[in-house]
């Protein structure tokens, strides 16, 4: 079996790799939500992505990671729960 000679060498624990993953998936997630034109799912991606992040944030024990990514996963659930009830406005370019 291939693998069995493979997956003995790995140095890290299991519960480390699926948390860098996650966070590998976050900041993916954030990167893509900018190019989103779609407001309700820019938050949307924003929030899940925060939360990847935060997840990451709390396992490296970085206080100042963890205030920005719980900020950024507030806001953006906020925003979607606005946009939801109808109450967000949008106030862009009126021409």
């Known amino acids: 079996m291939p693998l069995a000679n493979f997956l003995p060498t790995l140095p890290w624990p299991l519960f480390k790799v699926i948390v860098e993953v996650v966070a590998m998936v976050g900041a ?7 190019f989103l034109e779609a407001e309700k ?3 949307a991606v924003f929030f ?3 939360g990847c992040l935060l997840v990451y944030a709390v396992y490296i024990g970085n206080i100042m990671f963890t205030i920005a990514m719980a900020g950024l996963a507030a806001a953006s659930f906020i925003e979607l729960i606005e946009i939801m009830i109808g109450y967000h406005k949008d106030h862009g370019d009126k021409k």
């Open 41 to 43: 799912r820019q938050d």
């Open 28 to 34: 993916i997630l954030i990167t893509y939500a900018i």
């Open 48 to 50: 899940i992505g925060a």
